[in-house]
């Protein structure tokens, strides 16, 4: 298949040329000295080690160009080891480059098939194997092993029935219920319209029964970012205009994407940034996705205040919030 | 006989009788080596392995892998009374209040790195050189599959210490097994032991990081070399050297002592970045929790064309008959990665199907010489590249001060775009160069040195090659095309009809090469300039 005309000849291997080493006697013998230094260079890797684990004090801090501050017992253990382990190393190549011998020797390969009487032999007694066996003339034991080990695979698979819950409805649900305060978080204290200025940003979870407290699941759900604008600033239609209080609006911090916290603002071009991928959020227009790759704006959470003047959800979110998955409608 | 001699030999023959060692050692201690840098890859990739197994161990001597909730007492002041996961806390007691805790840690880190990097270059090396061509393909599969899983293993790796920022990263991989269609929520609630994050999913991973996974490596590992040894390794072509034989350094003593020394060497280099180059300061980042991220939030690299592939995907996302399927985590999260992996560990079978070779090859090949493989390779590396620049598209944008969108759009453009660029210049490059072997060979090497000839012509003095350097510039073979049989010499179409042609058309594009020069042609020009 190759179109191969006349090679080149092949010169062979290039003839041996001696290192110093070889024929020098002093040079062999410098080359042993140098090897022996490089092997106690090691030994003194390791001694500093040594002193830097047990004399040298856990809180003291010095000062290394380009690293900065540094501590001086975590570095000086580290470059103990470093030291002790290159050191056997360098020493060992080197010895093997100066004195060992360094010619090249020629090994044949064999070919990698067996010989075709041992193929055949082989393939004699696997029949006779399986002959001697019946597989082939007893087809109920073979139709029958088939299925016992496809089925004795089930259990393996059952097995791990437990390892968690079924999903249920419970990714369409949040803590958020029609009535559920907003509290700081950090803190847990109820939200009055007067305490976000315009242009300010909140990060809100709903309120717990007293007593309870919250879980990372409830935060992966429930984490709400509070924004304040002017009114007059928000593009929406009446429906999610009237999901606003006084010009805060209410988003799922949780991005609609992967889940990430959505929580980069940026105040003048009214734009929330997920920073794991960059899906970019208009606020004014209900998180409208204008960048990135999130396919759905992040859901918005209804609010308004109750009789005290503490900001509420309306009503629980209308759709999941977070990442998509198979069961979500819309 | 001294004493020791007499030792020494009563324990051989202890040994001998028992197992019948002698006969297999003899044979292998003067295994035949042969040297060349790019053969140290892979040892740095096996040593890294030896290193993080080391320090691995010393680490979970320590690490707690429970999400139960601590409130952290250690030294490190600013996060003293915080509420975290016991994973987090006895990292940081690792890091703060374990003598060479902080280094093991770092060493471990950075051996995890190592490891993936070499693993990579060892591939790349041995794509570019031909080196998983017959009777490789078994090894190069294997060598696929420990790639697959090493950049598992990291990632549950880094995911272990519950901090803010691998939590976020455990937080994106729930969201891919969430977009599987049909099963995908309830894989993630078994795999989370119900919603995210739960109290179960570290638990988890870390047994998988610290016994499954390194137990499947170990096996992976051992069959892998066992192949190397029996098949015997591959050589780079040159005088004395053919498909019959090795040339090399015996195992015993010149091997050893370098690869022995190699080890050490690398497991130094290795401590000496785990003491000076801080990695993965996770106290800087607190403890896990959904509602919060820190900015720049950055996966280890082998990550990174991955997340690179999420970021640029354009927002699609399908509804239909009530159900959901996220196109824009499948397709950069699942199916592209699918595609390549698996194009991959095919690829010996793709190539000797379009070449049609099915012979044994322990030469290996000079890149140039083998245009349309090495385009191929440039061109996925742009792929991934691309993927890879995108996947720090934020920090690109804050260092060099550009927008997001405008990296992003050169991505999403220049993924499609670059890649067959980078194929077509490779192949233009490779074939240049074979033109400039050719010219060697022929001409010789420009000397530099000029000559006035007494008529008064100038002429540059070219010096002949050396017949070592002539044969290994033409020692390799030019594959020729495989011809199109579109019916036999009856008339009978061929019945391969289509793939007949689409074989015919790669081997064709595969056989573009430039002449090299053949013995005549040299003799010719010998006879008449000599």
């Known amino acids: 298949m190759s179109k191969e005309l006349e090679p080149l000849s092949d010169p062979g291997l290039p003839e041996h040329i001696h290192r110093k080493a070889d024929i020098d006697p002093i040079a062999a013998k410098r080359a042993e000295r140098q090897v022996a230094i490089l092997f106690s260079l090691s030994a003194v890797g390791t001694l500093l080690f040594i002193y830097s684990f047990f004399f040298v004090n856990e809180d003291l801090f010095i000062f290394i160009p380009i690293m900065g501050s540094t501590n001086a017992q975590q570095l000086g253990i580290g470059i103990g080891m470093a030291a002790s382990l290159l050191f056997i190393g360098f020493g060992a190549v080197h010895w093997a480059k100066t004195l060992m011998p360094d010619q090249e020797v020629i090994a044949e390969r064999d070919e990698l098939k067996s010989e075709q009487s041992d193929r055949d032999e082989f393939v004699k007694s696997a029949k006779a194997g399986a002959e001697s066996a019946g597989l082939g003339r007893r087809p109920l034991i073979k139709r029958s092993l088939a299925a016992a080990a496809g089925l004795a695979g089930l259990p393996a698979v059952l097995l791990l029935r437990d390892l968690g819950p079924l999903p249920g409805n419970s990714l369409n649900e949040t803590s958020w219920k029609s009535g559920t305060r907003l509290v700081t978080d950090p803190g847990d204290r109820p939200i009055r319209p007067s305490d976000l200025e315009v242009g300010a940003v909140a990060q809100v979870m709903p309120e717990l029964a007293p007593g309870k407290k919250r879980t990372l699941e409830n935060i992966a759900k429930d984490a709400v970012l509070l924004i304040r604008l002017r009114p007059s600033e928000f593009q929406l239609d009446a429906e999610r205009f009237s999901w606003t209080y006084e010009g805060i609006i209410a988003f799922s911090k949780i991005c609609s994407h992967m889940g990430c916290a959505v929580a980069l603002y940026e105040q003048s071009t009214k734009h929330l940034l997920c920073p794991c991928h960059q899906s970019t959020f208009d606020v004014t227009r209900a998180a409208k996705v204008i960048f990135g790759p999130a396919a759905r704006p992040l859901p918005q959470l209804a609010i308004t205040v109750d009789a005290d003047g503490f900001l509420i959800a309306k009503q629980p979110f209308t759709e999941a919030v977070g990442p998509s998955f198979w069961e979500r409608k819309s | ?530």
């Open chain 2, 1 to 530: 006989m001294t004493a020791r001699e007499r030792i020494a030999g009563n324990v051989a023959n202890y040994v001998d009788e028992r197992t019948g060692a002698a006969a297999w050692l003899k044979k292998n201690l003067n295994k035949v080596f042969p040297d060349h840098w790019s053969f140290m890859l892979g040892e740095i990739a096996l040593y890294s392995f030896i290193i993080l197994l080391l320090s691995g161990t010393f680490l979970t001597f320590w690490f707690d892998p429970s999400m139960r909730h601590v409130v952290y007492e250690g030294s490190y002041q600013p996060l003293k009374d915080v509420e975290m996961s016991a994973a987090y806390a006895s990292t940081l007691h690792i890091s703060f209040d374990v003598r060479g805790g902080l280094l093991m840690r770092q060493i471990h880190h950075w051996a995890a790195l190592i490891f993936v990097a070499a693993i990579v270059v060892h591939l790349l090396r041995v794509f570019f050189t031909g080196a998983f061509r017959k009777p490789r393909e078994f090894n190069w599969i294997l060598g696929v599959a420990l790639l697959t899983l090493a950049i598992v293993e990291g990632f549950l790796g880094y995911s272990l210490p519950d901090d803010l920022l691998s939590g976020t990263g455990i937080r994106i991989a729930h969201a891919i097994i969430q977009s599987i269609p049909v099963v995908g929520t309830y894989l993630s609630f078994f795999a989370f032991g119900g919603a995210f994050p739960g109290e179960v999913f570290i638990p988890r991973i870390y047994i998988v990081h610290v016994l499954l996974l390194p137990g499947i490596f170990l096996a992976l590992i051992t069959v892998h070399l066992m192949l190397v040894w029996y098949q015997k390794h591959t050589q780079y072509p040159g005088p004395g050297r053919t498909e019959k034989n090795v040339v090399g350094y015996p195992l015993m003593p010149v091997y050893m002592a370098k690869a022995g020394g190699f080890f050490f060497i690398v497991f130094g280099i290795t401590a000496f970045l785990g003491a000076v180059a801080s990695i993965n300061p996770l106290w800087l980042y607190g403890p896990y929790t959904p509602g919060q991220i820190s900015a720049g939030s950055q996966p280890d690299w082998y990550m990174g064309w991955l997340d690179g592939l999420v970021r640029m995907s354009p927002p699609l996302e399908t509804y239909l008959f009530g159900k959901t399927i996220s196109w824009n985590i499948l397709i950069p999260g699942l199916i592209i990665p699918g595609i390549i992996f698996t194009g991959m560990a095919l690829y010996p079978f793709i190539e000797s199907w379009i070449t049609g070779d099915k012979r044994e090859h322990h030469l290996l090949d000079r890149p140039r010489n083998v245009p349309n493989r090495t385009a191929l390779g440039a061109m996925s590396l742009t792929f991934m590249v691309i993927a890879m620049i995108n996947g720090g598209n934020d920090i690109i944008a804050t260092h060099f001060d550009l927008t997001i969108n405008q990296i992003m759009w050169f991505s999403r453009i220049g993924i499609i775009v670059l890649p067959p660029l980078a194929f077509v210049i490779t192949k233009r490059i490779c074939l240049s160069l074979q033109r400039k072997d050719r010219e060697l060979v022929l001409h010789g090497r420009e000397t530099g040195r000029l000559v006035m000839l007494p008529h008064g012509e100038f002429i540059e003095v070219h010096e002949e090659l050396s017949p070592a350097k002539k044969f290994a510039l033409t020692q390799h073979e030019q594959p020729a095309a495989i011809e199109l049989v579109k019916e036999d010499a009856r008339g009978v179409l061929n019945p391969k009809g289509i793939r007949a042609k689409i074989q015919a058309r790669l081997s064709s594009a595969n056989a573009e090469n430039i002449a090299k020069p053949t013995a005549a042609e040299v003799k010719e020009l010998e006879s008449g300039h000599h």
